[in-house]
């Protein structure tokens, strides 16, 4: 949707493993993101990135890592370090410039289910 | 922290009526954008606002961006069976987003 892609859409994993998710886009844009989303609440920002090489913890890290080697891709590593991993994950982006300011553009989601 | 409200967290209308969510933050926001999220789906963008006080209109959809920059809300006039899902507010301060908590929108035909 909108140029950005998430794999896959349902990923099941035990506890104690890490585990990788994939975020591309071919919109072009600088700006990336990982938001968690749990049922009924509000998307909770993990990690943002601004530019190549360089990114930036969101309000929720611990137990996330990520990279942007890339400006198509911001790959998303859920480490056994995370207490409560089950949840939906979403990535965006954002047009270049503006410093956050343009809309964001979501891909379709990973839901994530750990036991 | 940084927190973003909205109320209310869920609302059940008749098709027809009229909806309305407010959000509101602890802290002065340089803009807010609204998204909407149907059900088993993903966010998608709606709105931006910038200026205190700016209203814009998108057909049914008035979304209002208080004098303060601290509250914004979103009102649907009549709704329709296709408004069912949840609306987000997020407010920009410096490079993050901070996500309201959502307003589950059901619509009864």
């Known amino acids: 949707d909108g140029g950005i892609t998430q794999s896959p859409k349902y990923l099941f994993r035990k506890e104690g493993q890490n585990v990788t998710l994939s975020c591309e886009q071919n919109?072009?844009?600088?700006?990336m993101y990982w938001y968690r989303q749990d049922p009924g609440q509000g998307l909770r920002l993990i990690y943002y990135?601004?530019?190549?090489?360089?990114?930036q913890k969101g309000d929720i890290a611990e137990g996330y890592s990520v990279s942007r080697e890339k400006k198509e891709s911001f790959p998303l590593t859920v480490t056994s370090a995370q207490k409560n991993p089950t949840a939906f994950y979403l990535c965006?982006?954002?047009?270049?410039?503006?410093?956050?300011?343009?809309?964001?553009?979501f891909g379709p989601g990973t839901r994530l289910t750990v036991t | 922290g940084q927190q973003v409200m909205q109320i209310p967290q869920y609302q059940h209308v008749q098709e027809g009526e009229d909806f309305t969510t407010y959000c509101n933050s602890s802290?002065?926001?340089?803009?807010i954008q609204w998204y909407k999220q149907r059900p088993g789906g993903h966010p998608v963008f709606l709105i931006q606002?910038?200026?205190?006080?700016e209203v814009k209109k998108q057909k049914r959809l008035t979304f209002q961006f208080g004098e303060a920059k601290k509250n914004s809300s979103l009102h649907i006039t009549a709704t329709q069976t296709t408004d069912v899902g949840t609306y987000f507010c997020?407010?920009?301060?410096?490079?993050?987003?901070?996500f309201g908590t959502g307003t589950r929108l059901k619509v009864l035909a």
């Open positions: 965006a982006s954002s047009p270049p410039g503006g410093r956050g300011r343009y809309e964001q553009y």
């Open positions: 919109l072009n844009h600088d700006a």
């Open positions: 990135s601004q530019i190549v090489n360089d990114f």
């Open positions: 802290t002065t926001l340089s803009n």
């Open positions: 606002l910038v200026k205190s006080g």
């Open positions: 997020a407010g920009l301060r410096t490079y993050k987003y901070i």
